[in-house]
């Protein structure tokens, strides 16, 4: 008929127009190509200053506390996949990546038509082309486009190996769930750690592979997230499975073997790679943030162009034991399952330190929460008057100065029992500035004076006269931090030598080339230590000391501790200016050691005072509990870490004399030693003490100690 042929005509005319206008496009493109050779240039990975998610771990190397950032991307080296993980990671985008030399002529042609005709565009890069689109950050889906990648391509297929380019592509390109690059991926979907990448299966590999066509909802289609579309992904997943058949990757027999694996759920309001927490205690990225700056870490990555530590891809060890951090955690983390402080009124917060005396690594922190966002209330954003169990360095500050303590502190009498007019008496003979300066040889780098409350660097100089400090901080007056008051404790521990407490113990960096990790030396731990206290002094207050822990043994027989509980009242007023609450407490605290652990807990109220702490049966929290906390924790910890029995210097009780507080070596005398470990020199030659026959009157504080 007529028509009929007319139409065949027609149809005829129209393939012979595309054939030839898919000829004009494949001829440009090679012209494209060659034009565009001689100026594009091949950008790598280590070139494209990729963000990678830097890791924190715990001191075994083993428990990994965070991962932050705003790209969760790690990178593996190629040789750590095993073959058959590899092609299934490619099988399903371009199943014929080891026969191309990197461009897909086709796919340009295809790109061409549909841009001079208005059709759909279409994808069909290779994986090299993919790579390079990637590398020069332009993703926009065009004819141009497809020519630049396929000079890209060519020149990464002329001056890489295949594993080289499938390493490029398998580490920067995008899985979903916030997750970029194969170990990432791994670890999203799976729950594969980064360094155990090897122990990925084909069935898990072929997941991600099916993933790659479309990591997230787009429009109607849902994507290839078993989560997001579970159908579509099992399909997918098949499909890439065939095609490694169909390639002789796979045999038939273990294709039909393969069963669809479990994946991870994922919540992305909880789980998105940027800025997240996985465990343990957020606030320890504060101190790693500052030891980094400190250290000159912060400076090199600046410097080298390396972005924000964040951002850079290092893997920082800290000195946190996961065991330690555990056993103080059952004490005060009300989220774990019976822990004591879960079992109080819900307005008491706890807070605790542990240190190693023998160098000053920080064991465990916690401050209240792990959030990290809150208030931390074992460091600089809540300190609290330590009460008595300041009264260390009121001793110590005595015994420095000659003076027979005996009528001071009887370790026979109960603690709670002893009167503070003792210590304010000691302290207005001495002078608060010797109690002060002594806190700050052990350790107590800042004090808080108070109304108004305000911060007061130790480190710089401890101020003379009554003003910013009287004689109150003998008895515990003036706040403290916990981590300052572990320190300092820790100093005694270890026979009046001090180490500057710190969390991190290397910072390490992955080669590019090798993708081996490799330590930056900024990041290197530094431990100077300093006899601060002389050991003299810090063993007679240590006999004292452990004389207050009675038959209190930790951790089974043989194993001596010695420490010091305070309190201190809460000092609300009602407006005829009688006490709100008389009789209660505002802060609880014990803070005591063994010879291989130091460690310091606080127990008080999360509105800042405004309710005191309380017991669930009404009567008042003292420093009774605390020391119960500290004993549960140090009794853990203990057999946790199996450590063996040690004894304690029984020192001498009372205080020898003339020895006075010994000089303190200044940087200069220490070379190498880290500016800020040492308080500045004191005079060298004591004060004679003055005989008073009346002390003077005590200010009225706002609390006062128990």
Not at 262 to 273: G, H, M, N
Request: hydrophobic share 35%.
């Amino acid at each position: 008929m007529p028509h009929v042929k007319l139409r065949r005509k027609r149809d005829r005319r129209l393939r012979l127009l595309a054939s030839g206008v898919l000829i004009i496009a494949l001829l440009l493109g090679g012209a494209v190509i060659a034009g565009t050779a001689f100026y594009d240039q091949v950008i790598t990975p280590g070139e494209m200053m990729l963000e990678n998610a830097t890791e924190v771990w715990s001191v075994d190397g083993k428990t990994q506390i965070a991962q932050l950032g705003s790209t969760n991307r790690t990178e593996v080296p190629m040789t750590k996949l095993p073959e058959a993980v590899r092609h299934a990671l490619i099988a399903g985008e371009d199943k014929n990546f080891y026969s191309h030399k990197g461009i897909d002529l086709w796919g340009i042609g295809r790109a061409a038509w549909n841009n001079l005709t208005g059709g759909a565009t279409q994808g069909a890069s290779t994986i090299t082309q993919q790579y390079a689109r990637h590398a020069a950050s332009d993703m926009k889906m065009t004819y141009a486009r497809k020519s630049r990648e396929a000079v890209m391509a060519r020149k990464l297929e002329n001056e890489y190996s295949k594993i080289d380019i499938l390493g490029f592509y398998l580490n920067t390109v995008y899985f979903g769930r916030g997750a970029y690059g194969i170990g990432a991926a791994a670890e999203i979907y799976f729950g594969i750690p980064p360094d155990n990448i090897e122990t990925m299966t084909v069935a898990q590999a072929a997941v991600l592979g099916a993933v790659l066509k479309q990591p997230e909802p787009y429009g109607e289609a849902r994507g290839f997230d078993p989560q997001n579309d579970p159908a579509a992904a099992r399909d997918r997943w098949a499909y890439v499975l065939n095609n490694m058949v169909e390639m002789r990757w796979l045999s038939q027999h273990d294709r039909s073997a393969l069963t669809y694996p479990q994946t991870l759920p994922f919540d992305e309001r909880t789980q998105a790679a940027w800025g997240y927490t996985n465990a343990g205690t957020g606030y320890v990225m504060r101190y790693i943030e500052k030891e980094l700056f400190e250290r000159g870490v912060i400076l090199h990555l600046n410097e080298n162009r390396l972005g924000n530590w964040k951002n850079a891809g290092l893997r920082i060890t800290t000195t946190i034991d996961p065991r330690v951090q555990s056993a103080l955690e059952a004490q005060l983390n009300r989220a774990v399952a019976g822990s004591s402080l879960s079992q109080q009124r819900e307005n008491v917060i706890g807070a605790g330190v542990a240190i190693d005396p023998a160098n000053g690594r920080v064991l465990a922190y916690y401050g209240g929460t792990n959030s990290g966002i809150n208030t931390d209330w074992a460091g600089m954003d809540a300190p609290h008057p330590p009460g008595s169990s300041f009264k260390i360095y009121t001793l110590a500050a005595g015994v420095a100065e000659g003076i027979s303590v005996e009528s001071y502190l009887d370790p026979r009498v109960p603690e709670a029992e002893s009167e503070d007019s003792p210590f304010y008496r000691l302290t207005a003979r001495m002078g608060p500035q010797k109690v002060m300066q002594m806190a700050a040889n052990a350790g107590i780098r800042t004090a808080w004076r108070i109304d108004p409350e305000k911060p007061i660097d130790l480190t710089k100089a401890v101020p003379g006269g009554r003003d910013p400090f009287d004689y109150n901080a003998g008895v515990g007056q003036y706040p403290v931090t916990v981590l300052d008051h572990a320190s300092a404790t820790a100093t005694f521990a270890n026979h009046g030598k001090y180490f500057a407490p710190h969390f991190v113990i290397k910072v390490e960096r992955k080669n590019r080339k090798t993708r081996e990790w490799e330590p930056l030396p900024a990041g290197a731990e530094k431990r100077f230590g300093a006899q601060r206290v002389s050991r003299a002094v810090a063993d007679d207050v240590t006999g004292v000391l452990k004389q207050m822990t009675g038959d209190d043994i930790v951790a089974g027989s043989g194993r001596e501790s010695a420490g010091l509980s305070g309190a201190w009242e809460n000092g609300l007023k009602k407006p005829d200016g009688s006490q709100r609450f008389p009789g209660t407490n505002a802060h609880a605290w014990f803070t005591g050691f063994t010879s291989q652990i130091s460690a310091t807990i606080w127990v008080g109220s999360k509105d800042y005072n405004a309710t005191p702490i309380r017991h669930l049966d009404g009567t008042s929290m003292g420093s009774a509990y605390p020391r119960s906390l500290w004993k549960a924790f140090m009794d853990h910890a203990c057999a946790d870490l199996n450590l063996p029995p040690t004894k304690l210097p029984s020192g001498r009780y009372t205080g020898g004399q003339g020895r006075g507080t010994p000089p303190l070596p200044s940087p200069s005398q220490s070379p190498g030693c880290d500016p800020h470990c040492f308080a500045p020199v004191p005079d060298p030659t004591p004060t004679p003490a003055q005989e008073t026959t009346e002390a003077p009157s005590t200010p009225d504080p706002s609390g006062s100690p128990t």
